[in-house]
C-alpha cells in the first residue's frame, strides 16, 4: 500500500512506527508538492490541513484514496464547508497531534455512517483496530490530554505544586506515560493553546478556558 504523508518529518516516522515498514512511503511537506504524488496514493495521512485549509480543495477530484484528514482543531464538518469545492474522496477525521496517531488504536470521525465499510477496509489495509467518535474539535482523546494539561498550569499558576511534582504524581498515581508537563512538551504549547481555545470556541464550557500560565507560554513562542 502506497501511503502519501503530508506534514512534517515527525509525522511520517511516526506513520512509520504505528503502520510499521511493510507499506511504501511518499512524503510531502507542502499541499503543493503533494499535488504530484496524489494519484500514487491509496491512502493519504494530511497532517497539515487545519493550518491551509483551502488546500483541501487538492483532493476534489482524487476519488479512490482514502484520506485522513487531521481534525485536531477543525472537525469534519467544518473543513467540508471551508470551500466551495466539495471533497469527492472518502475522508475520515483523525487525531494528527504529536504522540496521538501511534496508539494502538486510530480514533477516527466520519462525516457519514455509510463511509464506515470505508474506513473498516482502509483500517484492514493499515493493519490497525479503530474506533469512530463523533465529529467535533478536538476527538476524543485530544480533548482530555490537553484539558488535564490545562487544569495542571492552572496548578502550577495558584502555586499548590510545581510542574515537577505534577508530573511525577501523574505518573505514579495514574499510570499516564507522561506527565502533563511532559506531554504538553511532546504535543507542542502551540498546539495544546490552539487546541483549547478552539473547543472552549466551539462549546463556550468554560472547562476549556485557556489557563492564563499556559497562555503566557504560547505567546512567548510566538516570533
Known amino acids: ?33 503533494a499535488k504530484q504524488k496524489l494519484s ?9 490541513i487545519e493550518r491551509e ?28 464547508t471551508s470551500s466551495k469545492q466539495p471533497i469527492s474522496s472518502t475522508t475520515f477525521g483523525f487525531a494528527g497531534l504529536p504522540t496521538f496517531l501511534d496508539r494502538k488504536i486510530l480514533e477516527v470521525s466520519l462525516l457519514k ?17 479503530y474506533q469512530i467518535v463523533d465529529d467535533r474539535v478536538g476527538l476524543v482523546t ?8 490545562n487544569e495542571a498550569y492552572y496548578t502550577v499558576q495558584e502555586g499548590t505544586a510545581s510542574k515537577e511534582d505534577i508530573d511525577l504524581a501523574m505518573k505514579l498515581g495514574t499510570s499516564y506515560p507522561y506527565g502533563p508537563f ?3 512538551k511532546k504535543i507542542g504549547v502551540r498546539n495544546v493553546y490552539e487546541l483549547l481555545a478552539a ?13 492564563p500560565l499556559l497562555k503566557r507560554e504560547y505567546l512567548l513562542t510566538q516570533p
Open 40 to 48: 500514487k496514493a491509496d491512502v493519504i495521512f494530511d497532517f497539515i
Open 53 to 80: 485549509s483551502v488546500q483541501r480543495e487538492i483532493y476534489g477530484g482524487h476519488s479512490e484514496a482514502f484520506i485522513f484528514l487531521n481534525t485536531s482543531r477543525l472537525s469534519l464538518g467544518q473543513l467540508q
Open 182 to 184: 511532559e506531554w504538553c
Open 142 to 149: 485530544p480533548r482530555i490530554i490537553c484539558m488535564i494539561i
Open 113 to 129: 455512517p455509510k463511509q464506515e465499510p470505508g474506513l473498516s477496509r482502509a483500517c484492514k489495509e493499515l493493519g490497525t483496530p
Open 1 to 33: 500500500m502506497n501511503i502519501l504523508v503530508i506534514g512534517e518529518e515527525a509525522n511520517l516516522k511516526e506513520c512509520q512506527s504505528k503502520f510499521t515498514d511493510k507499506h511504501n512511503y511518499l512524503f510531502a511537506d507542502t499541499h503543493e508538492d
Open 199 to 211: 473547543i472552549h470556541e466551539d462549546t463556550k464550557d468554560e472547562r476549556y478556558k485557556v489557563c
